[in-house]
Structures are given as structure tokens and as C-alpha cells.
């Protein structure tokens, strides 16, 4: 009787513990555990990113000077071009003055070098601190051989300058070489110090055009 007794309660306890597992899995009431795992995994939200996309920067430069210039077959010639490269894009002048040291009287410029060079309805003034180094100051133009790089020449109509440089302003009346009401129509870009004059005549008819740099 004592040996029996033993594996009879070993019987019981395998029965109650298979029905506690028969019970779990039928009924729909009991839930299984959640591990932790699974409730990571069920809170996780895809991140959207509101950031805007870096864009590469753009390549290259365009100089704002360039409204300040003439064209020349496929070069533009602009103010504060040195001589060298002036030269190698127009080619020799017509004629050259020495260069020569200005003096007292030249306000801003005193002390400063000079030289003009002369073509055929233009004339450049080149300006530099030392006598080697000269960059181009100053452009006139009084034919109609070149014109801007937005195309305007000696002998177009006020009209097509208009078109040309949009904000381009009138500023007043002036009188050259005798000819009375000359107006002036002028174009500048905030504090560059480079400005281009359009001298127009009574019949809305450009004379001439004047481009220089303007510094203190």
C-alpha cells in the first residue's frame, strides 16, 4: 500500500496539468502573453523625414559685371580687364598713349597711372597704382563699330535700349560738344561702383554710351 500510493499521486498531477493546458488552448478569453519583443515591434513607427533635400551647388560664376562691357566676336572686353587680356581679345589698337603718372589735379586718381587706348569708334582709359599693372576704367563708345554685351550700339533708337536693360533710369538733361539737350539714361547695379551712361539725342537716337567704374 505505501509503494502504490506514490505513483497514484504522480497520476493526479499529470492529469491536472494537462487539463490547465487543454483549458489555455481552447479557451478564446484566456490571452497568450505578449512578449516584449513583439510589443517593441507593434510601437514602432516608420520616421519620415520633413528635412528638404540638399541640392549640389550650382557650377561656375557669372560676373555682374558683365552689363558693364563690349562685345567682341566671342569675348565680352569688361571694366577691370588688365591691358594683357584686352589686348589679346581686340587685338592692337589704331593708336596708344605713353603711360603717365597723373598728378594733384586728378582728385581720386592722383598718384595713380594712366594709359588710352584708341580704336575705330572707341576709346578705353586704363587706370593702376603701379605702371605695369593697368586694368581698364573706363569705356566710350561713339560709332557704332561695338556694341554692349546686351547689344546696344551707337545709332539704336531709345526703344531698343529700353528693352535691353529693363531698369535702366533717365536722369537728366546735358549738354556735349555744343548739342543742347543730350539726355542721359543710366544703368547701375546696387553698390558694384560700375555704371553705363546712354547719352540719347532729341530724336531718341543713341550718341554715345559711356561705361566706368566708380570707386573713392
Not at 549640389?56 to 591691358?83: C, F, H, M, T
Not at 551712361?197 to 550718341?207: H, L, P
Request: aromatic share 10%; net charge negative.
Amino acid at each position: 500500500m505505501k509503494i502504490i500510493s506514490p505513483i497514484i499521486i504522480c497520476v493526479i498531477l499529470l492529469l491536472i496539468v494537462g487539463c490547465s493546458d487543454s483549458i489555455t488552448a481552447t479557451d478564446p478569453s484566456i490571452e497568450p502573453p505578449t512578449t516584449i519583443a513583439n510589443s517593441e515591434s507593434d510601437s514602432t513607427e516608420e520616421v519620415v523625414s520633413t528635412d528638404p533635400p540638399v541640392s549640389a551647388p550650382e557650377l561656375g560664376n557669372i560676373k555682374e559685371d558683365k552689363y558693364y562691357s563690349i562685345k567682341y566676336k566671342q569675348s565680352l572686353v569688361q571694366l577691370r580687364d588688365d591691358e594683357k587680356t584686352v589686348v589679346h581679345i581686340l587685338g592692337e589698337p589704331d593708336e596708344a598713349s605713353q603711360v603717365k603718372q597723373l598728378g594733384d589735379g586728378a582728385d581720386t586718381f592722383s598718384d595713380m597711372y594712366s594709359k588710352h587706348l584708341y580704336y575705330s569708334g572707341l576709346t578705353l582709359k586704363f587706370l593702376g597704382m603701379e605702371k605695369s599693372s593697368l586694368w581698364l576704367s573706363e569705356i566710350i563708345l561713339d560709332q557704332n563699330e561695338y556694341e554692349t554685351s546686351e547689344g546696344i550700339k551707337v545709332g539704336d533708337h531709345l526703344e531698343k535700349l529700353k528693352n535691353a536693360y529693363s531698369n535702366i533710369k533717365y536722369e537728366n538733361l546735358k549738354m556735349i560738344d555744343n548739342k543742347p539737350n543730350l539726355k542721359i539714361y543710366e544703368y547701375f547695379q546696387g553698390d558694384l561702383g560700375f555704371f553705363a551712361e546712354f547719352i540719347v539725342n532729341e530724336s531718341d537716337v543713341i550718341e554715345e554710351i559711356h561705361m566706368y567704374f566708380l570707386f573713392d
